[in-house]
Every structure is written in structure tokens, then in C-alpha cells.
């Protein structure tokens, strides 16, 4: 069965610091692959999809970025946190195509 | 283009009373719909889909949703509801158009009282 992973499930960063979250996902290939961010109150804000290694699309202007060195890695980055970033980082992932998304656990990020 | 619309943000029901959370959509493509559930603290985990076939979809936990594309609406109902039903509800479209991104509503936030 397909299982995914983020990591940490919680951070306290101060403004200005870089960012490195990680995701991973386990038991499919070729996985379409995504970066929300949830605000209280705001829903869910797609930041970043992939469809393949190497191949990042951005949704929203920001000072984010995305990676995905391997089949089943995202990872988002920051060189420099600004207090606007705080929420709640999902990662998702889905087969090609209008299929269902599952989604992590979510990492906690707060930027003091 | 697409977009989804989720009246109310917050929903409130007592114990054992009809649950009824609405979603309106709009695309110019046949969609493809979901709903999900997010408990707190939690990601989000799929309660249904329609892709197409059945205008009446069954999920899990007692849930269900009926497409109606006259109204664009895709609103999700529970006979009765469980204290456990407590939690945030999205609900998603999917179009075609070549990548299939998803766009989520806003989310209802479903209170549920003893």
C-alpha cells in the first residue's frame, strides 16, 4: 500500500532563517506530487505540483521554492522566512490525471 | 476555468440531526468532484468522489453526495450526526484542461452538539 510521509510535524523558526520540509512518498511510482499551505480560516493554497523529477510548476508568487530530486522526494525551501509563512505545510500526492489526492500529516511551521 | 464555492464556513448541528454542507462549482469542462474531511491537527482524507458515473455517491462514514448538474451543485449529506463527525469539510473540483489541477473551496467547519 502507498503511504506518505512529511517531516518535521512541527517547527518554531525565527524571521529570516531558511526552510527545508521534506516529503516523501512510499509503494507507487511516478506520483504526481504537491505542496499546499492551510491559514486558519483561508483553506488549502496550492503552492507547488510536480508531475515529474525535476518538473516543478508555482502557483503562487512567493519567497518559497520547491525541489524534486527523486521519483517519490518534494521538498519546500526558503532561504528566508518572513512571518507570513507561518501555517500548515500539506503534501499530497495522486496518480495522473482527476484522481483522488492523499495527503500527509502536515508539518506545523510557525515564524517568530 | 474552475472554482468551487462552500456556503458557510461553519456549520452546527445537534447530535442524531441531518447533516447538509454545501457545494457549489463552476467549470466549463465536465468535472470531476470530491469531498474531504480534515480533523484537527490532521491531513486531509477523502470521503467521496464522482467521477462521472453515478449522480449518487456513497462514501464512507455514512456520507453521501448527489451531483446535480442543472444546479452545479455537488452538497454532501449524513442521515444523522455523530459527535465524531466533528471536523472540517472541503470539497474539490478537478477539470480537464491538460493537468487536472484541483481547486478546493474554502472549507465548512461542521460543529456538531450533544
Known amino acids: 500500500s502507498q503511504t506518505i510521509h512529511q517531516w518535521p510535524a512541527t517547527l518554531v523558526q525565527p524571521v529570516g532563517s531558511p526552510l527545508s520540509l521534506e516529503c516523501t512518498v512510499e509503494g507507487t511510482s511516478n506520483p504526481n506530487l504537491y505542496w499546499y499551505r492551510q491559514a486558519a480560516g483561508r483553506g488549502l493554497q496550492l503552492l507547488f505540483y510536480?508531475?515529474?523529477?525535476?518538473?516543478i510548476s508555482s502557483e503562487v508568487p512567493q519567497n518559497l521554492s520547491a525541489s524534486r530530486p527523486q521519483d517519490r522526494q518534494f521538498i519546500l525551501s526558503s532561504k528566508k522566512l518572513l512571518l507570513s509563512d507561518s501555517g500548515f505545510y500539506l503534501c499530497?500526492?495522486?496518480?495522473?490525471?482527476?484522481?483522488?489526492?492523499?495527503f500527509g500529516p502536515g508539518t506545523r511551521l510557525l515564524v517568530l | 476555468a474552475q472554482s468551487v464555492t462552500q456556503l458557510g464556513s461553519h456549520v452546527s448541528v445537534s447530535e442524531g440531526a441531518l447533516v447538509l454542507l454545501r457545494c457549489n462549482y463552476s467549470s466549463s469542462v465536465p468535472p470531476y468532484l470530491f469531498w474531504y474531511v480534515q480533523y484537527p491537527n490532521q491531513g486531509l482524507q477523502l470521503l467521496l468522489k464522482y467521477t462521472s458515473a453515478a449522480t449518487l455517491v456513497k462514501g464512507i462514514n455514512g456520507f453521501e453526495a448527489e451531483f446535480k448538474k442543472s444546479e452545479t451543485s455537488f452538497h454532501l449529506t449524513k442521515p444523522s450526526a455523530h459527535m465524531s463527525d466533528a471536523a472540517e469539510y472541503f470539497c474539490a473540483v478537478r477539470a480537464s484542461g491538460g493537468s487536472y489541477i484541483p481547486t478546493f473551496g474554502r472549507g465548512t467547519s461542521l460543529i456538531v452538539h450533544p
Open positions: 510536480s508531475v515529474g523529477i525535476g518538473q
Open positions: 499530497a500526492w495522486s496518480y495522473p490525471g482527476p484522481e483522488t489526492q492523499y
